[in-house]
């Protein structure tokens, strides 16, 4: 169950021509890079994920309980995918970025569950619960109760474990301390996101709108569904992690990484998430940013600038092989996910991988 996605698409990408050659063009390295990820780092993320798994099993409320495993069970790929950067570790580092990966990424995923689809979650909760994230990535923040505002049901101490769980684990990093405000600024914003995009229809769009505007002036040339998809990803955070794995972090560079990934990467990651997710999202009344482009042609030529923009930035990075694998990894993943042929945008998939150049 776990493995479904990557192996899924995996075999999906050597299937089909087109797809096949784009796996060809990562060259020695890439390839190398790629028979790790999947050979390696996917293995021991799924192993991670299934010991949490089997935590949520446990869950003492059914509604909880529900949406933990639904969370695991069709979003594994976001814990998979999320320890990409794995791959350029080794040994014990690898194994420790892992290990904060699944924990944190899963409490992303739980929380966007609870919010999305119990109907006893009040909007005043939204922010509430995603304290368990910001807290999850500050060691030194008091352990809060993330409930008090609902829903008022028993996890059983699941919640408040997957966020000792990722404390654990960043405490042990030895260069958190340089990329720390950088992560807290980016869950900030997830936090702020969470609490308006899952408002009544009505006023969540004028809400997220308002939040680009607040921010506008710093993150200028976008349209305020690609600010919010940027607030909306993970990859940012896991960045930021691998730079705090390192003995040593120089400044410069987790300003330049950070300033590449947010809101370039972030912004590219959620948008191909909302691609795939448009016929999802249409039957349960979800805000699709996607679909705000005005037509489907727009959407996939401002992706494709996004795009474009994005691989120029992650080429100026120390490592820069690194992050362009990450790229072009996503990139497959997400183009050539089954859901893609499923809703017939193989089309407008093939258009934003030719972006990559």
Not at 147 to 164: A, K, N, Q, T, W
Not at 173 to 189: D, K, M, N, T, W
Not at 312 to 331: G, N, P, S, V
Request: hydrophobic share 45%.
């Amino acid at each position: 169950m776990i493995w479904r996605d990557i192996a899924t698409t995996t075999l999906t990408v050597l299937a089909r021509p087109s797809r096949a050659r784009r796996l060809m063009a990562l060259g020695p390295r890439g390839w190398r890079s790629m028979a790790r990820f999947l050979g390696v780092v996917v293995p021991f993320a799924s192993r991670k994920l299934g010991d949490i798994r089997r935590r949520a099993a446990c869950i003492p409320d059914p509604a909880l309980r529900g949406e933990a495993l639904s969370s695991i069970d069709r979003k594994a790929y976001h814990v998979q995918g999320g320890s990409i950067l794995a791959t350029f570790l080794h040994g014990e580092h690898m194994r420790r970025y892992v290990e904060i990966v699944a924990p944190l990424e899963t409490i992303y995923d739980y929380l966007d569950n609870l919010c999305d689809r119990l109907p006893d979650v009040p909007p005043a909760a939204y922010a509430t619960l995603h304290h368990a994230l910001t807290d999850a990535l500050d060691p030194s923040a008091a352990i809060a109760d993330y409930y008090r505002d609902g829903p008022y049901r028993d996890d059983g101490g699941y919640l408040r474990g997957l966020v000792e769980a990722t404390r654990a684990g960043i405490r042990k990093l030895p260069s958190y301390g340089a990329v720390a405000p950088r992560i807290a600024e980016v869950a900030s914003f997830y936090a702020e996101l969470q609490s308006r995009k899952h408002l009544a229809p009505d006023v969540r769009e004028l809400s997220c709108e308002d939040l680009y505007a607040t921010n506008a002036a710093r993150f200028p040339g976008l349209q305020w569904w690609e600010f919010a998809a940027a607030c909306g990803s993970s990859l940012p955070v896991f960045a930021m992690l691998l730079l705090a794995s390192q003995p040593e972090t120089d400044s410069g560079d987790v300003a330049a990484t950070f300033d590449a990934y947010f809101p370039n990467v972030s912004a590219v990651h959620i948008l191909l998430d909302y691609f795939i997710d448009q016929e999802e999202d249409r039957e349960h009344r979800e805000l699709n940013f996607v679909a705000c482009y005005a037509t489907s042609a727009e959407a996939v030529e401002r992706v494709r600038c996004l795009l474009g923009e994005t691989a120029a930035r992650l080429r100026t990075l120390a490592h820069a092989d690194r992050h362009a694998f990450l790229l072009q990894a996503m990139c497959l993943f997400y183009l050539t996910h089954p859901k893609v042929f499923a809703q017939r945008l193989h089309v407008e998939s093939r258009a934003l991988l030719a972006a990559l150049g």
